[in-house]
């Protein structure tokens, strides 16, 4: 079944402005992961936070981690035409099976 | 880096028949190979995983007879969609972890399946 739900679900934004998803799971998790995906592609992966991390950068991103209330957000500072996208959070647990998000679908208008 | 090659891009079908999904991993071996499935505008949803030189671990509400996985070598899983119908159609994609490497998930290209 499905783990983690994403809000929203859709965004748009001016190219420049900043973008925040939110993404909520329900079990403990080993690890969160965040992924985007173009249309009608696969995915790539953007950036991992462990457990016990609460906050984590990788360039324009940034990504926080709160597990006591089961969340995670990703911020895309200075956002780009080349970020519309889909970002999905993917929970990790135990085994070797990634649980997604269902999602935000996300638009830059330039 | 790691990559995943899938293929086909895009397969059109007729009912009735099969068709055959590849994923390589390009430059690196994987023990453990996954598939996926998703609808448009949905999240991806597990469909099994396939391990090499083992039969596959099918997810509750996957048809195993109809959703047929090999993974013979440590670069290659297969997918094949026996017996087509169009509720079929859907985006197809698989994802392989690296040996020994706990998080390091790669994923394919995915499978655009088409079936009239």
């Known amino acids: 079944s499905q783990q983690g739900e994403e809000d929203p679900q859709a965004l748009s934004i001016q190219e420049g402005e900043n973008a925040t998803m939110n993404c909520s799971y329900k079990?403990?998790?080993?690890?969160l992961q965040w992924y985007r995906q173009n249309s009608g592609r696969g995915l790539v992966h953007l950036i991992l936070i462990r457990s016990n991390e609460r906050e984590k950068h990788s360039g324009r991103l940034r990504v926080t981690l709160d597990t006591s209330k089961k969340s995670s957000s990703l911020l895309i500072t200075a956002s780009r035409a080349a970020d519309t996208a889909s970002y999905f959070c993917a929970t990790l647990f135990g085994n070797e099976k990634l649980t997604f998000g269902t999602g935000t679908r996300l638009t830059i208008i330039p | 880096g790691a990559v995943v090659s899938q293929h086909p891009s895009r397969v059109i079908c007729k009912s009735g028949t099969s068709v055959k999904i590849e994923c390589r991993s390009l430059d690196f071996q994987a023990t453990t190979m996954f598939w996926y499935r998703q609808f448009p505008k949905q999240s991806l949803m597990l469909m099994a995983t396939?391990?090499?030189?083992?039969?596959?671990?099918?997810e509750q509400g996957v048809e195993k007879d109809k959703f047929l996985i090999n993974h013979a070598s440590l670069t290659l899983s297969t997918l094949t969609v026996t017996s087509a119908h169009p509720e079929d159609s859907s985006f197809y994609i698989c994802?392989?972890?690296?040996?020994?490497?706990?998080?390091?998930?790669?994923f394919g290209s995915g499978t655009r399946l088409t079936v009239v």
């Open positions: 079990t403990s998790i080993n690890n």
């Open positions: 994802s392989a972890r690296k040996t020994g490497i706990t998080y390091g998930y790669t």
């Open positions: 396939s391990n090499e030189g083992s039969k596959a671990t099918y």
